[in-house]
């Protein structure tokens, strides 16, 4: 077994931690769905944090050309997987007795769950320059700051309706293209060597 297959086991591991929470969460919110006031913001964050793990997992591919790894550096790798498990964990609201308020949730724990995203973006935009693996100066650099200003945005800005749909909606049109520019195939980067 090569250094990337046994180092990303954790990487797998983790991230499948991060989507367990995130379908037993849903699961657990549709057994009590009467007691449940669901929230749309809500119920699309938990929909894209799933993307965002499946992203995340699949973007690790690029690892894969790391030569040299040292204890420091897989540490640095699991800091952004790690966010999103903590994310995940965050956005699921209790079980308590009674009735759950998911908008109320949502927004209590707003400013939590965003500046742990936006831990985790800014994570993203260094991974590629500290493991070696491309320059932090690409263009796709700009479609990451976008991202990580708009969480930070609404870490600031908890309450703010208007500001959270908004940002959800850019968020998605951000992944979506960097999916499309950056990612579409396993090993696009390696195209362009």
Same mark, same amino acid.
């Given at each position: 077994?090569?250094?990337?297959?046994?180092?990303?086991?954790?990487?797998?591991?983790?991230? %499948? &931690?991060?989507?367990?929470?995130?379908?037993?969460?849903?699961?657990?919110?549709?057994?009590?769905?009467?007691? #449940?006031?669901?929230?749309?913001?809500? @119920?699309?964050?938990?929909?894209?944090?799933?993307?965002?793990?499946?992203?995340?997992?699949?973007?690790?591919?690029?690892?894969? %050309?790391?030569?040299?790894?040292?204890?420091?550096?897989?540490?640095?790798?699991?800091?952004?997987?790690?966010?999103?498990?903590? *994310? @995940?964990?965050?956005?699921?609201?209790?079980?308590?007795?009674?009735?759950?308020?998911?908008?109320?949730?949502?927004?209590?724990?707003?400013?939590?769950?965003?500046?742990?995203?936006?831990?985790?973006a800014i994570w993203g935009m260094f991974i590629e320059p500290v493991m070696?693996?491309? @320059?932090?100066?690409?263009?796709?650099?700009?479609?990451?700051?976008?991202?990580?200003?708009?969480? *930070?945005?609404?870490? *600031?800005? @908890?309450?703010?309706?208007? &500001?959270?749909?908004? *940002?959800?909606? &850019?968020?998605?049109?951000?992944?979506?293209?960097?999916?499309? #520019?950056?990612?579409?195939?396993?090993?696009?980067?390696?195209?362009?060597?």
């Amino acid at each position: 077994m090569d250094a990337f297959n046994y180092l990303t086991a954790m990487v797998s591991v983790i991230l %499948g &931690l991060g989507l367990t929470q995130l379908f037993a969460g849903i699961g657990n919110l549709v057994q009590i769905r009467r007691r #449940v006031k669901l929230y749309w913001l809500h @119920s699309a964050w938990v929909l894209l944090l799933i993307v965002l793990h499946i992203h995340m997992w699949w973007s690790f591919w690029a690892l894969r %050309g790391v030569g040299h790894w040292t204890y420091a550096t897989f540490v640095y790798v699991l800091i952004g997987p790690g966010a999103l498990v903590i *994310a @995940s964990h965050i956005i699921i609201p209790e079980l308590l007795e009674g009735r759950i308020d998911v908008q109320r949730h949502y927004f209590d724990t707003g400013p939590l769950f965003f500046g742990i995203l936006t831990v985790a973006a800014i994570w993203g935009m260094f991974i590629e320059p500290v493991m070696g693996l491309r @320059s932090f100066f690409v263009p796709f650099r700009l479609l990451q700051t976008a991202g990580i200003v708009t969480f *930070a945005s609404c870490a *600031a800005a @908890s309450k703010n309706k208007r &500001l959270h749909a908004v *940002a959800i909606v &850019l968020i998605v049109l951000l992944l979506v293209t960097g999916i499309t #520019v950056d990612r579409f195939q396993l090993g696009q980067l390696d195209h362009r060597h």
